[in-house]
């Protein structure tokens, strides 16, 4: 007999919960490997978002994601384009993505809090104008030991500039 095509399914055993996410960071630690943390939106996911990823998963042994709640994605009408569990199991698909957990919070400080990271990875577009939000949240990170730093600006695209490309 023929063979069926396997059924394409995203790699939901990546997705968990928060509790799960900060066990994760605790065994690693324990091993003494190094966590990276990446925190947002991460609407209409692009090469820049790929790029980013794969940079800080190059800075430490494990890297976590957490995704921000579709309430908390003021990136204007319409947005964001993907649900949070649409916006998960992309993210979760990434060979560089080791988990990926929702941000309980309006911001990452809870998920900093659980996690502990080494290091909380933000893009380059967060280097020169950093907001009170992520200024708050790198104040957590570095009271837990740990430090902020940025990926570099090599690939350079917006979501948000895709968006008004396609959702004229």
Known sequence: GRLEPPVSRPRTDKVVDLAEFAQTAERARAAGRTVALCHGCFDLLHVG???????????????????????????????????????????????????????????AIEVIRAVRPHLYVKGPDYRHCPGARLRAEAAVVEELGGRLVHTDDRVTSSSTELFRRFHV
Request: glycine share 6%.
């Open 49 to 107: 978002h790929v790029h980013h990823f794969d940079q800080a998963s190059r800075l430490a042994d494990v890297l976590l994601v957490s995704v921000s709640a579709d309430s908390v994605c003021a990136k204007g009408p319409g947005r964001p384009a993907f649900t949070l569990d649409e916006r998960m199991a992309v993210i979760a698909a990434l060979e560089a993505v080791d988990r990926v957990c929702a941000a309980p919070g309006p911001t």
